[in-house]
C-alpha cells in the first residue's frame, strides 16, 4: 500500500464538526498500515480543557484493540489533504508500543518520508 491510498483513506474520514461547545473532532485524520497489512484510521479529538487526542492516537488505538502493535507506515492530514507530522507526544507514543515502530515510515509532507528514529533521536528511556 503507498503512501497516496493511505493519505486517500484519511482524506475520507475528515470531517470537522463541532460536537459541544468545548468539543471539536474531525480536523485531522490518521491512518497506518500494520506489518500484517492492516490499516486503521482515526479522527482527532479536541475537547477542553486538554482532554483530546490526535487522530494518530485513536488509528493506534482501533490497531491495538485488534491485537497488533507494529506500524509499517503512518500519516495524518486535515483539510484539504494538508499533510502533518505527528506531534512529540505521538512519536513518542508510537515508540512506546512497540519499540520496533522506530522503523515506522512516516509522510510529512507530500514528497518527504522519514523513519520515526530520524525524528525521535533522543527518546524519554
Known amino acids: 500500500m ?6 486517500e483513506m484519511a482524506l475520507e474520514k475528515v470531517n ?5 461547545d468545548y468539543c471539536h ?12 497489512g492492516h490499516v486503521y484510521v482515526g479522527v482527532n ?11 494518530e492516537h485513536s488509528a493506534i488505538a482501533q490497531m491495538i484493540a485488534n491485537g497488533e502493535s507494529r506500524i509499517q507506515k ?3 492530514v ?9 506531534c512529540g507526544r505521538c512519536r513518542e507514543f508510537i515508540y512506546r508500543i512497540n519499540y520496533d ?9 507530500d514528497n518527504k ?13
Open 45 to 55: 479529538i479536541d475537547a477542553s480543557p486538554g482532554m483530546g487526542f490526535c487522530a
Open 74 to 76: 503512518i500519516v495524518a
Open 101 to 109: 515502530n522506530l522503523d515506522t515510515e512516516i509522510l510529512v509532507d
Open 16 to 20: 470537522p464538526r463541532q460536537l459541544t
Open 113 to 125: 518520508v522519514v523513519k520515526l528514529s530520524e525524528i525521535l533521536p533522543y527518546r524519554y528511556d
Open 78 to 86: 486535515s483539510v484539504g489533504g494538508k499533510v502533518y507530522p505527528p
Open 25 to 36: 473532532v474531525g480536523l485531522v485524520s490518521s491512518a497506518l498500515l500494520t506489518e500484517k
Open 2 to 7: 503507498t503512501f497516496e491510498q493511505l493519505k
